[in-house]
């Protein structure tokens, strides 16, 4: 039987840590959604058609190795206001949601457009502000040269375009359980998730 756990949330708020560290205690497979725009974005960056990209999903493209840079996450976020790309990878998510043995799926808009049924639906969220200096850590540690200020507005930028579109736009579903992770520790963020998910088993 499937079993889906749905997390949802800004750039940077802590979701793909707390994604991994809770499809490892669980045992459940996990899906980063984001990495398939930003394989889309890569696409139409090296000159394809975003939308025949979506298409032509091929996982072997979700190792291309210049899938975490900003150019490529502002790509990312570009196609995915294009209604056509987003429809193109409905079915490979929600496939991926209900394997057998659970899953964990995170993204934009997991609880409230491709799996509204699932069984847990987190939202995890953090101030701008704690975001952007987490990715900038992240970013500098890789060795990017960049500002804190160009992250911040890097992320306001990206916010704004993901809550503000028409299609799937983020927000939390309406039976989320929203996590705001800005004062909290990596532990203490984990912990509350599982803490959400034992609540619902
Ligand atoms: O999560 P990540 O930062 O990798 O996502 C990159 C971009 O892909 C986001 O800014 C968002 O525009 C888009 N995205 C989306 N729906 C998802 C996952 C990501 O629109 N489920």
Redesign the pocket.
């Known amino acids: 039987m499937g079993f889906t756990i749905a997390i949802?949330g800004p750039?940077?708020a802590g979701?793909?840590t707390i994604s991994r560290a809770v499809s490892d205690h669980f045992g459940f497979a996990h899906l980063?959604?984001?990495?398939?725009?930003?394989v889309v974005?890569a696409r139409m960056l090296d000159g394809e058609d975003p939308v025949q990209a979506a298409l032509a999903l091929d996982v072997a493209d979700l190792g291309r190795d210049d899938?975490r840079t900003a150019e490529v996450?502002q790509a990312?976020?570009?196609?995915?206001?294009i209604a056509d790309v987003?429809a193109a990878l409905v079915d490979f998510?929600r496939a991926f949601a209900r394997r057998s043995g659970g899953a964990v799926v995170?993204?934009?808009?997991?609880g409230t457009v491709?799996c509204p049924e699932a069984e847990v639906k987190l939202y995890v969220t953090a101030s701008a502000e704690v975001r952007a200096t987490r990715r900038f850590h992240e970013l500098t540690g890789k060795g990017s040269v960049i500002t804190l200020a160009e992250v911040l507005e890097d992320v306001r930028a990206?916010d704004d375009?993901?809550m503000n579109?028409t299609e799937?736009p983020?927000r939390p579903a309406d039976d989320a359980v929203e996590i705001d992770t800005s004062s909290l520790s990596i532990k203490e963020a984990v912990a509350v998730a599982i803490a959400a998910v034992e609540a619902r088993r």
Do not use: E, F, M, W
Request: charged residues 35%; proline residues 0%.
């Open positions: 949802d750039a940077a979701k793909g980063d959604t984001g990495l398939l725009y930003r974005g899938l996450a990312a976020s570009k196609v995915a206001v987003r998510q995170d993204g934009r808009d997991i491709i990206r375009r993901d579109r799937a983020l």
